[in-house]
């Protein structure tokens, strides 16, 4: 509606700028022509659209760095590509939320993976496992709820899946604002997991795979 309504309004000021411009191509008025003046044509009025604001600003999403990436290797104290088995990764991630009065947070994620097949990978089918907790800022993990990502490879060694998912967070009343809260997404993964990825270390989804 909002691109209608647009197009619409830049038809109107396009017609009401013709007038102008034709008159001023047509030069003075010739000798005894009489000068006419048009009335001025009142520019068309919109009636503006009723939007109502979030009662406050949404909550800060971001992926955990140390549960960012997924990768089983088959020796974490001598990591090599050959010992890769099923990795996956985080790449995107989007988020948009809507609350109203003392309603409570709605929170919609579009959340992009990567994941992919390395040399010990064992079959076509893996189901990843990944999470998303809510936090009081900076502080204590309110609820953390865990999601379940079935993958097929279909015989590629690469795939790449989009989750949305939706959260209600509630409100203790209309003065608490989605900037008191931060949400965190991660993939479950093991401790020796998680310090690889603190270390910095990393095998992309493509690890192990041949290229031509």
Do not use: H
Not at 81 to 90: K, L, P, R
Not at 163 to 186: C, K, Y
Request: proline share 7%.
């Amino acid at each position: 509606m909002r691109r209608v309504l647009t197009a619409l309004a830049a038809l109107s000021m396009t017609a009401a700028l013709f007038p102008a411009a034709a008159a001023a191509q047509s030069g003075r008025p010739q000798q005894g022509q009489a000068r006419e003046e048009k009335p001025k044509e009142r520019p068309t009025r919109f009636a503006p659209l009723t939007r109502r604001a979030n009662a406050g600003p949404c909550p800060y999403v971001k992926v955990l760095y140390d549960a960012a990436r997924y990768v089983e290797l088959a020796d974490f104290q001598r990591p090599a590509v050959s010992g890769v088995g099923y990795t996956g990764e985080i790449e995107g991630l989007s988020a948009d939320c809507v609350y109203r009065e003392a309603d409570p947070i709605r929170l919609d994620m579009n959340i992009l993976f990567n994941l992919g097949r390395g040399p010990q990978a064992q079959g076509d089918a893996r189901t990843y496992r990944y999470w998303i907790a809510v936090t009081e800022r900076n502080t204590a993990v309110l609820a953390k709820e865990y999601f379940d990502l079935p993958v097929n490879f279909q015989g590629q060694e690469t795939v790449s899946v989009e989750q949305t998912q939706s959260i209600v967070i509630p409100r203790a009343d209309s003065t608490t604002a989605g900037s008191n809260f931060e949400v965190l997404i991660g993939f479950e993964v093991t401790p020796d997991m998680a310090e690889f990825n603190r270390s910095g270390s990393r095998f992309r989804p493509t690890a192990g795979q041949q290229t031509n």
